[in-house]
Nanobody, 121 residues
Framework: QVQLVESGGGLVQAGGSLRLSCAAS????????MDWFRQAPGKEREFVAG????????YYADSVKGRFTISRDNAQNTLYLQMNILKPEDTAVYYC??????????????WGQGTQVTVSS
């Protein structure tokens, strides 16, 4: 059974930082590209960042470029999202997702349950 479990969310003031983690089990983590998404209240889920199986290819939404960093530790089966200079508009539930292949193509096999990030002004 595949599980993706996000953690690290919370309440932070604008300008602050958080580090999200996504612990994967039940799949060969190093074979899958991994992505972060977020969904704010009343809005559609949106792509935040994606990383290929090796970490050699990384993509970011324009809204987070220069502030967020995606990374992975294949030995620990864990995906990370370092979020700096947080803004109130970053408030959302953040999800990790496992892609069908080792490359970021926005085609998903599995999703986590999400972790809430709230940024106060």
């Amino acid at each position: 059974q595949v599980q993706l479990v996000e953690s690290g969310g919370g309440l932070v003031q604008a300008g602050g930082s958080l580090r999200l983690s996504c612990a994967a089990s039940g799949l060969t983590f190093s074979r899958n590209a991994m992505d972060w998404f977020r969904q704010a209240p009343g809005k559609e889920r949106e792509f935040v960042a994606g990383i290929s199986w090796s970490g050699s290819s990384i993509y970011y939404a324009d809204s987070v470029k220069g502030r967020f960093t995606i990374s992975r530790d294949n030995a620990q089966n864990t995906l990370y999202l370092q979020m700096n200079i947080l803004k109130p508009e970053d408030t959302a539930v953040y999800y990790c997702a496992a892609e069908k292949t080792g490359y970021v193509r926005r085609e998903y096999d599995y999703w986590g349950q999400g972790t809430q990030v709230t940024v106060s002004s």
